[in-house]
């Protein structure tokens, strides 16, 4: 299966009618067609989204959906990620791409980049407004588009984090993982370093909703009630973002990466568990946790 976040490096070619219109009415009509072919027409509006007591809880708006390690060499950091945290991926895709199997969220390797950083995708019921938002926040977003997990738009917040902004059909939302992963090589926490936090906050606030509470370091916040738990700190130099993986031994995952050619700090005890901070054998940062 191809990265299906290869098609957001690809130009938007804008169209008359607007894009946004054309691809929402699509969308409903072949809903709507669908039901009239033996489906019961739902009585819910046609945008909620309905449960049952034994179906996952569905992702919220704002958490993180999808996300893609950029690295500068995909094949280095796809045989890296694989020896250190057991990585499998599927066997098709682009040449410059890879997709993570059986882990959560769903995860990408994604090359050619000569900055390393973790690419998020948010859950949003509403692209449009949250395209408005964007753009009344100081950033940068392209308009939606539709592709087949749902209506797509991609943006740069006001210091230069990349993201993209995901509204899913309706009643298709993606699960929601456990809030530190289910096992080992899943996104675990996501950290967010940015040079203004006070701006940072101020963005995703505005945009995606996110409530903020300060953490254990100087300048450091925690975002409350996303999945995967997402971090901010401000005083970078330049905006990143940066993952840390669960494991099951830290002490194994330490020796792996290390003779996988990247380097780790001894583990350390931490509030939340035991933990390390790695780069790969490109320099791409990350951290692993034993939770």
């Known amino acids: 299966m191809a990265d299906p976040f290869d098609a957001l490096r690809t130009p938007v070619v804008p169209v008359d009618p607007s894009p946004v219109f054309t691809t929402r009415l699509r969308s409903r009509l072949e809903r709507a067609l669908e039901a009239e072919k033996g489906s019961r027409m739902p009585t819910d509006p046609p945008d909620a989204e309905t449960s049952t007591a034994s179906s996952p809880p569905a992702a919220r708006p704002g958490d993180i959906t999808y996300v893609s390690l950029w690295v500068p060499d995909v094949e280095r950091a796809a045989a890296f990620f694989s020896a250190v945290l057991g990585w499998r991926y599927a066997p098709e895709g682009a040449p410059q791409s890879r997709q993570v199997e059986g882990v959560v969220p769903h995860h990408g390797l994604w090359g050619g980049q000569e900055r390393s950083t973790l690419f998020l995708c948010f859950a949003v019921d509403d692209v449009i407004g949250a395209v408005e938002r964007v753009r009344r926040a100081g950033g940068q977003v392209q308009d939606p588009r539709e592709e087949p997990y749902g209506l797509v738009a991609d943006g ?5 984090v990349r993201f993209a902004l995901v509204e899913s059909p309706s009643g298709t939302a ?9 096992g080992h090589g899943d996104l675990a926490y996501v950290v967010m370093l940015v040079p203004d ?5 101020a963005f995703y606030g505005s ?6 509470s300060p953490g254990n370091a100087s300048d450091g916040w925690e975002v409350d009630d996303v ?3 997402v971090g901010m700190a401000g005083g970078a130099q330049q905006a990143s973002v940066m993952p840390m993986y669960r494991v099951d031994d ?24 035991v933990s390390s901070e790695c780069n790969d054998d490109q320099g791409t940062g990350f951290y692993l946790g034993q939770l």
């Open 207 to 212: 945009v995606l909703g996110w409530r903020f």
């Open 156 to 160: 740069t917040d006001d210091q230069g």
């Open 250 to 273: 830290i002490a194994v995952a330490v020796e792996r990466v290390r003779a996988a050619g990247g380097t780790a700090s001894d583990p350390e005890r931490q509030p939340y568990g």
């Open 197 to 201: 936090s006070e701006r940072g906050r």
């Open 174 to 182: 993606a699960e929601r993982p456990p809030s530190t992963g289910a």
């Open 227 to 229: 999945v995967p738990m």
